[in-house]
């Protein structure tokens, strides 16, 4: 299936459908990034971004919420 033809199904549906299809796709957009951040701390790429947040902490320019 193309993204035309996904658009025209969406444009086919009743809005309270359409209301359903957006739940669910931010859902699944909010799965598709948590497994993109695991994926960049379990491969490291996070590491230079958390040891400047240590730093600050460690400096005292961050406070707890």
């Known amino acids: 299936m193309s993204i035309t033809e996904i ?7 009743p809005a309270t459908e359409v209301n359903e299809l957006m739940d669910w796709f931010a859902a699944y957009h909010a799965e598709i990034w948590d497994r993109q951040i695991a994926d960049d701390l379990s491969n490291g790429r996070l590491d230079s971004v958390l ?11 961050a406070k707890p919420l």
């Open 7 to 13: 658009e025209k199904a969406i444009k086919d549906l």
């Open 51 to 61: 040891a400047d947040v240590n730093s600050e902490i460690d400096s005292g320019l």
